[in-house]
């Protein structure tokens, strides 16, 4: 008895250019606010991934509810955004910037402590 051929195409063929990855909103919103925050252009962000800017467009719109695993991987690392959700935005940074601003010797030698205490050995 023979195995019946898989179509061509379809939802169980893998895309022509890599897997694909829906991805959330919130994701997205993270990607365009980071990339905003760095002064880049959708364009810009194009170039370096290697992308069109549709590409850039739609995934930060959400008219492209997937993106190639691999642009998606490009993206995040062009734009330093980690899988770490938890970790601080750029609003909580910039208050730690203006609070380090106003401390005295004393308090700025604390802080080098204690970033020093925390970092992982090499």
């Not at 370096?48 to 995934?59: C, E, K, M, P």
Request: hydrophobic content about 35%; some cysteine.
């Amino acid at each position: 008895m023979t195995q019946p051929k898989k179509p061509k195409g379809g939802a169980d063929a893998p895309h022509p250019k890599g897997a694909l990855v829906t991805i959330s909103d919130i994701e997205r919103a993270r990607c365009r606010d980071r990339r905003v925050f760095l002064g880049l252009r959708q364009e810009d962000l194009a170039t370096r991934v290697g992308v069109t800017t549709a590409t850039i467009s739609n995934f930060e719109s959400g008219r492209s509810r997937q993106i190639r695993k691999t642009v998606y991987a490009k993206i995040k690392r062009t734009l330093r955004v980690s899988d770490d959700t938890s970790a601080p935005n750029d609003d909580e940074f910039a208050r730690v910037v203006e609070d380090l601003i106003d401390l005295d010797a004393r308090g700025m030698r604390a802080v080098v402590a204690l970033i020093d205490s925390l970092k992982k050995p090499q």
